[in-house]
């Protein structure tokens, strides 16, 4: 597509259960990002992807999250055992990546509510 | 690592005047400056951005700024209209490499 896909747009979970989120970047963008925006905030930055290299996980709130990401491909969130307080919007970008100042494309995000 | 403060946290005008939102930043080698607009409900989406290697940019009626000695800076919106209602967000990069946000303004055009 020509845009950032992110799936499922809306997801509905109660406490304890796991969830994954996905996020299909632009073709050809070497480095994806995932930001938490709870309502009303900013963009809470979690982590970051660049080509082959150690993602930087600086901003996982906790080892109950996770994501991967194979090459330059698609990548997943995933929340262990949710709380109520990881009900937000979790928002991926691409672009094009290191070397390559550009802009930053964002998806349209995926609503967690965590009963 | 980097670190963008943004100012004001809310700010509102009246239709047709001028907006300024400003924003710092703490490492010297960040060298691209985007503003990003999300309205309600919507994904952030790039409106201005400005290189350092340039002092201001234009884009009708907006208006970007920077200061690379102070590290820092400004939206400048002129002409403000309803739909300029939203929250903006200031970043700062060094070579594309983990976008750093400032927290955001929410901006209220009242007619």
């Known amino acids: 597509g020509a845009g950032v896909s992110q799936s499922p747009s809306n997801k509905v979970t109660e406490k304890g259960k796991d969830v994954e989120l996905r996020c299909d970047p632009i073709?050809?963008?070497?480095?994806l990002y995932w930001y938490r925006q709870r309502l009303g905030q900013g963009l809470e930055f979690l982590i970051y992807?660049?080509?082959?290299?150690?993602?930087?996980k600086s901003g996982l709130p906790s080892d109950r999250f996770s994501a991967e990401r194979t090459g330059e491909s698609v990548s997943t969130l995933t929340i262990q055992r949710t709380q109520q307080e990881d009900s937000a919007v979790y928002l991926c970008?691409?672009?094009?990546?290191?070397?390559?100042?550009?802009?930053?494309?964002f998806g349209e995000g995926s609503r967690l509510t965590v009963l | 690592g980097e670190n963008v403060e943004q100012h004001p946290s809310t700010l509102s005008v009246q239709e047709g005047d001028s907006a300024v939102i400003k924003c710092t930043y703490s490492?010297?080698?960040?060298?691209?400056f985007p503003w990003y607009k999300q309205e309600l409900g919507k994904r952030p989406q790039l409106i201005i951005d400005?290189?350092?290697?340039?002092g201001e940019k234009k884009d009708q009626r907006i208006a970007v700024t920077l200061n690379k000695t102070a590290k820092h800076f400004s939206l400048h919106i002129t002409e403000t209209q309803p739909e300029d209602s939203a929250v903006y967000f200031c970043?700062?990069?060094?070579?594309?490499?983990?976008?750093?946000f400032g927290p955001g303004t929410r901006l209220s055009v009242l007619p």
């Open positions: 970008a691409s672009s094009r990546g290191q070397g390559n100042t550009g802009e930053l494309f």
């Open positions: 073709s050809g963008h070497t480095a």
């Open positions: 992807f660049q080509g082959n290299s150690a993602p930087d």
């Open positions: 490492d010297s080698a960040s060298n691209y």
């Open positions: 400005i290189r350092s290697n340039v």
């Open positions: 970043a700062a990069t060094r070579y594309g490499q983990n976008f750093v």
